[in-house]
């Protein structure tokens, strides 16, 4: 099979769940430590830091691989979802797995694929383990899929685990309240390994203390010890939080020499090191277009706090979601005196765009629905004047298709 048909057979046969929501995540983590057996326990030959949370494991992953980069370090990781291409998902030294390695892994692998109905997460976090081992790297940065107990990439035992901020996302499978939400993130606590808490919140401290109690692990709250304010290329003043969570991480991970200055040029060089992309990312200006990625309740607060924070004579902006995000909670948030484009993003699960504009009507955002996410923001760069500003998001979804 050529790259791109081997994509379609990932995306096609198995269940993703991007697509299709629910009915995709598998909760058992029995096949992956099966597959990883069949393949000779990639995830023990190398170093690791677990990163889990609901807003800000992305960013903060990335941060790692950058600061540890300029440490001079080689460095695997592995995030997702992608934007463009599946292959954003599992990076050395910034540069993604290629082609040929996703082609062979598929081919080499298909009839175990056959026999245990693996799912694509569990497929693809297996070939991140294999490549990472195979190319030998100093330490991995394993961002968690979805919640961290049940998560394919908890079969590790890293360095030091990371949770960022919890809030009320993905509901449906992790839990109706912020504290059942941390019982599942703290599921990546593991033995006697350290974990680091990017932010304290009451509703979510008193899980991660006993989980961490119960397994002998030392627990840091970030936001309680004194860290040197960095810069950093990635827009957005939440960034800081994240910045807190990623030094504390630095500071008690043994056996790795990472001065102050590499932390400076790490946070400063992000998106070169690592090619993230959709955090607050600026895609034009005059007018200026603004995208991110923010879509729970937690992000979407921080994101429009930023948003509120820029000058500009006239708001528009280009929003879409998926069927499964609780409408209620998200679109108070959102400023009433912009112009709205609503749209759908292509996939299954992708609200449509008449219903998110009636749903968005009840609550005085006001606008018409486009055909596509394209058709949308057309429509309002045409309208938009140099000095207005676009602002593009309500799903990762949406993002992926104008970066």
């Known amino acids: 099979m050529t790259y791109s048909q081997t994509l379609d057979w990932m995306f096609a046969q198995l269940p993703i769940y991007q697509n299709k929501g629910k009915s995709a995540f598998n909760g058992k983590l029995d096949n992956i430590k099966l597959f990883s057996k069949a393949l000779g326990s990639p995830e023990q030959q190398f170093k690791s830091i677990h990163v889990a949370g609901t807003n800000g494991k992305g960013s903060s992953s990335h941060m790692l691989a950058s600061i540890l980069q300029e440490a001079g370090y080689k460095v695997g990781l592995y995030t997702s979802p992608h934007l463009k291409d599946f292959r ?40 991140a383990f294999k490549y990472f081992a195979n190319e030998e790297v100093d330490i991995a940065i394993i961002e968690v899929g979805l919640g961290g107990r049940l998560d394919s990439t908890n079969i590790i035992t890293p360095e030091i685990s990371l949770i960022t901020n919890i ?81 504390a991480v630095l500071q008690q991970l043994k056996e790795f020499v990472i001065n102050d200055k590499a932390i400076e040029k790490g946070l400063l060089r992000v998106v070169e090191n690592t090619g993230l992309m959709g955090r607050w990312q600026q895609l034009q200006d005059q007018p200026k277009v603004i995208c991110d990625t923010a879509h729970n309740k ?96 309500g799903s990762t979804f949406v993002v992926a298709e104008i970066v």
């Open 88 to 127: 954003e998902r599992i990076r050395i030294n910034g540069s993604k797995i290629p082609e040929n390695a996703v082609i062979s892994f598929v081919k080499d692998n298909m009839s175990f694929f056959k026999d245990h109905k693996l799912s694509f997460f569990e497929m693809t976090v297996a070939m």
């Open 298 to 393: 937690e992000g979407l607060s921080l994101t429009i706090e930023q948003l509120n924070q820029q000058t500009y004579k006239s708001l528009f902006i280009v929003l879409g979601v998926v069927k499964d995000k609780n409408l209620d909670a998200i679109l108070p948030l959102f400023p009433k005196n912009a112009k709205y484009f609503f749209c759908c993003p292509k996939i299954e699960r992708g609200l449509n765009a008449a219903e998110l504009k009636a749903k968005a009507s009840s609550f005085l955002l006001q606008g018409d629905a486009y055909s596509s996410v394209k058709e949308a923001l057309k429509k309002a760069k045409s309208l938009a004047k140099k000095e207005d500003l676009i602002y593009v998001g």
């Open 167 to 247: 809030g009320l996302d993905h509901t449906d499978l992790l839990g109706d309240t912020l504290e059942k939400i941390a019982a599942e993130k703290a599921g990546i606590i593991k033995e006697g390994v350290s974990v680091v808490v990017s932010e304290y919140q009451t509703d979510t401290a008193p899980i991660f203390n006993t989980m961490a109690a119960l397994k002998n692990a030392p627990i840091i709250f970030a936001d309680s010890i004194s860290v040197k304010t960095y810069k950093t290329s990635l827009l957005g003043n939440y960034q800081q939080k994240n910045i807190k969570g990623v030094v």
